[in-house]
């Protein structure tokens, strides 16, 4: 009997967790939301989502949100240019090309990768990477958008390359095989037969890749110069939705204004995110399938 | 044919080329701190408090900070993690409900940190009045370890054959009886392994913990869960971009520090992994 009990209790247990899970997605969606209204209960949506200014100490503040949007969208494209193809390709390296001693030295490097800490790779922007952008391209400032871009691209470039590699790897031997056997070279089966038959899950990664890029927040903040306007070129200074987050929360009175225009950051940033891993989770389940 | 095999000696190179571009930055990138860095390591930088406005003396309070920060997110998100798995693999049926668990995972995982930050900040340092402390902050990265997790003991637990499940139920095993002695034993080398990834990726992250728990400056060890602490990701974050005439030295040593417990944390896992591949029997 003693046993039963204790047998109910623990499957309680775990059919609950399961529903905390469930619970935690809401709860960060609602409080962001009960935050977020606040802020339109007092200042305009359109003000918010169209406005060209973020100004929110000045008399009386702005809080557009674009030249924030801009800043992100200008970091996260520079980021994809770099990492995706680079990323691909070392996948197909490492998947198909490498022998199988290199092939265990690469997938060990990318995840040493994955583990460096962002604040590490920031570091490194503000004491060798930004002064090196700078007196290559002569700018006036290091602390720019392509130095963002740039770390940016290689904390994406593990999640990229080993769902990718993982994709490629998974693609039925038979598919490889028939394509020799109608004479193809190794490069051939891989560009027409192996790369096609993977490109669901080589999507999922890179959509994945992308969520990290726009997520990233200490390495934005510490090279993109922390400037809030909108961007005219990678070059130049530039600030980040999530950067804004962070740089300004530690300032704010809470409950003023100002304070839950952070919280309306915070939610544009997880719905964004939640479309892209959306969509990279159902390109995942077509891969499986 | 010989064009054929030129052209795949030369898209073979172009991969090649492609994945030396990611790898050398990685390797050239850790000599470089660790080559800066690691002269001004001493036992003095280790054990001691900061001085002079952090300028010099050590990084004790910091490291402390983070293994405490670790320890409680361990205990929060361990035990939730490894139920919400066993709940997907082991008790639920294919429903809206498990689908609505699973979508939460994806998105819990893709969330970005400073999100988790924000939320921390409103439902445990606010709402549930725990203030800037060692608790909000562990509770913050817990629910952002928990997607890691969950996936990590999901998959070990799918890995474990189903034939055992059906020669304990044969038996007339209850389901518990079954998962308790029969499923979890063998998975519990991939739970672990997992697990401590997830938390050497909480060791080094810096936004959710921005608002919840780090100190800017506190030198001295926490003596309750409701302490603030220093933290080293945040100490590095702080030295390198808020406080004016730091010695770089002592920047590249707190990176090198950092790094040194991230791979430490990864060395954990890699060795577990290999012991139990060893251990394993069918």
């Known amino acids: 009997m003693h046993k039963r009990i204790s047998e109910y209790i623990i499957e309680t247990c775990i059919r609950l967790s399961g529903l905390v899970v469930i619970a935690f997605v809401f709860l960060i969606f609602l409080f962001l939301l009960k935050d977020s209204l606040s802020l339109f209960g007092v200042y305009p949506v359109n003000g918010f989502l169209l406005g060209i200014h973020w100004l929110p100490i000045s008399e009386p ?13 200008y970091v996260t494209f520079g980021a994809i240019l770099i990492c995706v193809p680079l990323g691909i390709a070392s996948a197909m390296f490492i998947a198909e090309v490498a022998p199988p001693s290199l092939k265990h030295i690469l997938k060990s490097l990318v995840e040493i990768l994955a583990s460096i800490p962002s604040v590490v790779l920031g570091f490194i922007g503000i004491i060798w990477l930004g002064p090196f952008l700078k007196t290559t391209f002569h700018l006036t400032t290091g602390m720019c958008g392509l130095t963002g871009s740039l770390l940016l691209a290689f904390m994406a470039l593990p999640t990229i390359i080993s769902i990718s590699e993982d994709a490629l790897v998974g693609v ?26 993977a490109s669901s899950g080589i999507f999922a990664g890179v959509m994945l890749g992308i969520g990290r890029v726009i997520g990233e927040t ?53 719905i964004i995110t939640f479309i892209i891993n959306f969509l990279a989770e159902l390109f995942l389940q077509r891969t499986r399938r | 044919m010989s064009t054929a095999r030129g052209r795949q000696k030369a898209a073979f190179f172009i991969l090649g080329f492609a994945t030396l ?18 002269s001004a390591i001493s036992w003095e930088f280790i054990a001691q408090s900061p001085r002079n406005g952090m300028r010099q003396g050590g990084i004790f309070p910091a490291i402390v900070g983070t293994i405490v920060l670790i320890i409680g997110t361990m205990i929060f998100s361990l035990p939730l993690g490894i139920l919400s798995a066993i709940y997907l693999v ?22 970005p940190s400073i999100v988790y930050g924000l939320f921390g900040f ?18 913050t990265l817990s629910i952002m370890s928990l997607p890691v997790i969950i996936t990590a003991t999901k998959e070990a637990l799918e890995a474990v054959p189903y034939s055992f499940r059906e020669i304990s139920f044969s038996l007339g095993a209850t389901r518990w009886q079954t998962v308790r002695y029969c499923v979890l034993p063998y998975a519990i080398p991939g739970i672990l392994t997992g697990t401590v990834l ?19 400056y506190l030198p001295r060890l926490p003596r309750s869960v409701f302490d603030q602490v220093m933290v080293l990701p945040y100490h590095l974050y702080v030295i390198s971009t808020q406080v004016p005439n730091m010695p ?35």
């Open chain 1, 61 to 73: 503040p702005k809080f557009g949100i674009i030249p924030l949007f801009l800043g992100s969208l």
């Open chain 1, 172 to 197: 039925p031997k038979s598919f490889k095989e028939a394509a020799y056997g109608l004479g193809a070279t190794r490069w051939q089966a891989l560009w027409r037969i192996i790369l096609p038959s």
């Open chain 1, 218 to 270: 200490m390495v934005v903040m510490m090279v993109t110069g922390n400037s809030p306007i909108i961007p005219t070129s990678i070059l130049q200074p530039l600030r980040t939705l999530t950067a804004t987050i962070a740089g300004e929360m530690g300032e704010t009175v809470s409950g003023s204004e100002h304070y839950f225009a952070l919280f309306a950051v915070g939610l544009v940033l997880f």
């Open chain 2, 21 to 38: 571009l990611v790898v050398l930055p990685i390797i050239l990138t850790i000599l470089y701190i660790v080559k800066n860095g690691f």
């Open chain 2, 90 to 111: 082991e008790y639920a049926k294919d429903n809206a409900f498990t689908r609505l668990i699973k979508l939460s995972v994806v998105n819990l995982s893709g969330i």
């Open chain 2, 122 to 139: 409103t439902l445990f340092v606010l709402f549930l009045r725990l203030g800037t402390s060692i608790l909000a902050g562990a509770l």
């Open chain 2, 198 to 216: 997830s938390l050497s990726r909480a060791a080094g992250e810096t936004a959710p913990i921005l608002f919840t728990v780090a100190a800017f």
């Open chain 2, 248 to 282: 770089t030295s002592i920047s590249f040593a707190t990176a090198v520090v950092l790094i040194a417990l991230v791979f430490l944390m990864n060395l954990v896992s890699i060795l577990l992994r290999a012991h139990f591949r060893k251990k394993k029997q069918w």
